[in-house]
């Protein structure tokens, strides 16, 4: 199955590179701007959104995408949420799923913003009651992919996140990551814990070639 996906994914990227090189007037930032399908490390995720009552919380969806989990927040009750990405592409595509969904639902007393943002730049001074973030953690040499590539172990976006996200929680936050054992997860627990948050492994599933876990982060 996940094998099946990553051969998806190469064969996705294939041909989109493909495209490029038969568009030679699309410039190769495109290469970047493809939107993430939701898979088995997004709904592992989701689930554990599910498990939330959200109702009057401040609710980030960092690194958006499709807009899946700012979709699951929605469900378990939240009534403020940003849906968050660096690429635009994303944005559009997480609206577009958002207000589907809230008209589906007939959902109108909710208030969702859609930000541009490499993680908190364009987030100043905002703080969150929860904050979820499936990050890119596919190790990499660079960071081509911004959906996939997290460069050296995986962690490299994770790694900016943990010197980010302090200042953006109220007193109550709580913090949804999604790692895999790519990325060295003890390494990560360890810098977490000594910045003296406590750290829960709420969710697991093991997939073909790695484990993914969903962190709970909490001061
Ligand atoms: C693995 S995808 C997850 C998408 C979606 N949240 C999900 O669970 O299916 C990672 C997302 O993070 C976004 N992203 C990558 N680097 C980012 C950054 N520095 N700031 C904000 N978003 C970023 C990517 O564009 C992509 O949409």
């Known amino acids: 199955m996940v094998k099946k996906i990553i051969q998806k994914k190469l064969i996705q990227k294939k041909s989109f590179k493909k495209k490029l090189v038969q568009k030679k007037s699309i410039s190769k930032s495109l290469i970047s701007k493809e939107v993430y399908v939701p898979s088995d490390d997004s709904f ?47 944005l559009v595509e997480s609206k577009k799923n958002v207000l589907k969904y809230l008209k589906e639902t007939k959902n109108f007393d909710v208030v969702v ?65 999604l790692i895999s054992s790519l990325n060295n997860p003890k390494k990560l627990i360890n810098i977490f814990e000594k910045k003296g948050f406590f750290v829960d492994v709420v969710s697991k599933e093991k997939l073909f070639f790695e484990e993914l876990f969903v962190l709970s982060i909490k001061k």
């Open 44 to 90: 592992l995720l989701e689930r554990e959104i599910r498990k939330r009552n959200l109702v009057g919380k401040v609710c980030l969806d960092l690194g958006t995408g499709s807009g899946v989990q700012g979709i699951a927040m929605l469900k378990s009750g939240a009534s403020f949420v940003v849906c968050a990405d660096i690429n635009k592409n994303a």
């Open 113 to 177: 913003r859609f930000v541009e943002t490499d993680l908190f730049s364009n987030l100043k001074g905002v703080k969150f009651d929860f904050i979820v973030f499936n990050p890119p953690y596919v190790p990499s040499e660079k960071i081509k992919w911004v959906d996939l590539d997290g460069g050296k172990e995986g962690s490299e976006t994770i790694n900016k996140f943990i010197t980010q996200f302090v200042g953006h929680l109220s007193s109550s936050s709580e913090i949804l990551l």
